[in-house]
């Protein structure tokens, strides 16, 4: 089972940015399609943004398109998601996964003056 630890919680005013790290353990990193989703309580889990491990493009939803950006360091088995122009509504707790059932523990993002 493939471990995936988030990291960049924080709180942040409008119009702000905030950077999303989440690592992943073992030698698999590169055989998924890795990406990013948000939940808020009383609502399911929004998938945000997806990038690939082949040279398909990246996709996003229309919520967080042109301002926020996936990118993956194959390297440091590390995907990354900069969040621009930040929104209240933005404010949710993050999860990255791999797509074949491994999840990281999320990670905090508040979005408030």
């Known amino acids: 089972q493939v471990q995936l630890v988030e990291s960049g919680a924080g709180l942040v005013q409008p119009g702000g940015s905030l950077r999303l790290s989440c690592a992943a353990s073992g030698c698999t990193f590169t055989r998924y399609a890795m990406s990013w989703y948000r939940q808020v309580p009383g609502k399911e889990r929004e998938l945000g943004a997806t990038?690939?491990?082949?040279?398909?493009?990246?996709r996003y939803a229309p919520s967080v398109m042109c301002r926020f950006t996936i990118s993956r360091d194959n390297a440091k088995n590390t995907v990354f998601l900069q969040m621009n122009s930040l929104k209240p509504e933005d404010t949710a707790v993050y999860y990255c996964?791999?797509?074949?059932?491994?999840w990281g523990q999320g990670t905090q993002v508040t979005v408030s003056s």
């Open positions: 990038i690939f491990n082949t040279y398909m493009p990246t």
């Open positions: 996964s791999n797509g074949v059932g491994d």
